[in-house]
């Protein structure tokens, strides 16, 4: 008897299901002990590899968007997402859309977790260039289509689809009706969307699709992806824009009349992010704004700390937000964040807790000079001199601050539009507008 059909999937579901018992050492030993055959049978079960959002959803979708960072496993998901259609429906036609035909080919067909690479044992499959179609032993069949040419998906009628990395498309809006009016083969006509995230038109389109079902995934979470590349990715791209949507697979997207955009924050960031020792005198005043709770398990306390520079540029320094502690805890915070930046001011709002504030930081540091300041005015009509400063470049992030920046992003002139409360752009705002002057300020009481 061979060894193919000794270590077939029978097997390897029964072994999978006893490795599973045991503890990690054992099972590993036991592992490395195998022979390769069965080692392969093991690695061809896809359904105990899968993590997070390459797990397929329930439910009656008929598009399934895995938006997630570079080498998540999105095509591997994909890959296998397609032969499982290919081998379930003998004779049905799928669609294979990227950017180009070039990437169908060596990503989606001949790529390292492409559909070639994650055929089974037996499981002799076919790529006709001429055709510009693969071909499964099921008799099911895979076409080749490319968003350059939109007008070739005018015609051809599918049971399924596998759009690749969807959000660099060419014509991306035309290729993608097209398809979608073309997948109508079958009882349940179905596409799976594989895709770092960008905001483009048609990938928002797609997300709020009534039948689109989306999971995520981070760089970070692949445990199969190797350990040296996570962590150069983590060192090079940290926290940054670029690494928030490459590596976590965040869609950015700035709402209609926000006050700030990503592309403003990133203008003027520096290198890396100032630290208390090296300030010198570069600063001519810094402040701390502080925007506290209601409650200790409410909202978070913004503490964000700016500074303003010799040449009349404001600077976001640190955001030492805190969440979860009673009054005492973030004021001993606040008051760490003074003695550490040799802050000048500080400014709180005192419209959840009234004298309250001033009296809980003076009780942990009785030499704070702290400012109390009542919000009279709607937050978007307090933030808008602030982000007309960062527009014209006369207040900059000096740093990577994800979610403060979250926050600001969410601001608008008909008020705030994100998730919770603004916590950070509060504080923020309150700290530059007392370094660069309100033009109609706010009822003020020094204590």
Not at 58 to 83: C, M, N, P, Q, Y
Not at 111 to 136: C, I, K, M, N, Q
Not at 172 to 185: F, Q, Y
Not at 224 to 253: C, K, T
């Amino acid at each position: 008897m061979t060894a193919a059909r000794i270590f077939g999937r029978a097997w390897a579901r029964r072994r999978l299901v006893t490795l599973k018992r045991l503890g990690p050492e054992l099972r590993r030993r036991i592992y490395d002990a195998l022979p390769r055959p069965a080692v392969r049978a093991l690695q061809e079960e896809w359904w105990w590899q899968a993590h997070g959002g390459q797990i397929e959803p329930e439910g009656d979708w008929r598009i399934w968007s895995l938006v997630a960072g570079r080498g998540f496993g999105k095509t591997r998901a994909g890959a296998e997402w397609v032969w499982q259609r290919a081998r379930d429906n003998p004779g049905a036609r799928i669609a294979l859309v990227a950017a180009s035909l070039d990437e169908v080919v060596k990503v989606l067909v001949k790529g390292e977790t492409g559909l070639f690479a994650v055929a089974r044992s037996g499981e002799e499959a076919r790529w006709v260039a001429d055709h510009d179609t693969f071909y499964f032993p099921s008799g099911a069949m895979a076409f080749a289509c490319t968003a350059e040419r939109p007008a070739r998906l005018r015609g051809p009628a599918h049971h399924f689809a596998w759009c690749d990395e969807l959000a660099k498309w060419p014509n991306a809006g035309e290729t993608w009706d097209m398809l979608m009016m073309g997948l109508r083969l079958g009882d349940r006509p179905r596409a799976i969307v594989t895709t770092t995230p960008q905001p483009v038109p048609v990938l928002k389109r797609i997300l709020g699709l009534p039948r689109c079902v989306t999971t995520r995934g981070r760089t970070d979470e692949n445990p199969h992806s190797p350990a040296d590349f996570r962590a150069a990715m983590a060192e090079m791209y940290g926290d940054s824009r670029l690494g928030r949507q490459e590596l976590d697979g965040i869609l950015f997207d700035d709402p209609e009349g926000a006050l700030w955009t990503r592309e403003m924050l990133e203008a003027g960031r520096p290198d890396r992010p100032f630290v208390p020792s090296e300030i010198g005198g570069r600063f001519v005043r810094i402040v701390i704004g502080v925007d506290p709770p209601a409650s200790a398990t409410g909202d978070a306390c913004g503490i964000i700390v700016c500074g303003l520079d010799e040449e009349g540029v404001a600077w976001v320094l640190a955001d030492l937000t805190v969440a979860g502690l009673r009054p005492e805890g973030w004021a001993r915070r606040v008051a760490g964040a003074a003695e550490l930046w040799r802050a000048q001011l500080i400014v709180a709002e005192k419209n959840q807790g009234g004298e309250m504030i001033g009296s809980v930081l003076r009780g942990v540091d009785s030499a704070l000079p702290v400012r109390l300041v009542h919000a009279d005015r709607g937050k978007a009509a307090r933030a808008e001199p602030v982000a007309l400063r960062f527009e014209t470049g006369r207040a900059r992030l000096a740093g990577t601050f994800p979610e403060l920046e979250d926050e600001l992003c969410a601001m608008t002139y008909g008020g705030y539009q994100g998730p919770g409360s603004p916590d950070r752009a509060d504080a923020m705002v309150w700290a530059m507008t007392e370094l660069i002057g309100p033009a109609r300020g706010p009822r003020i009481r020094m204590l």
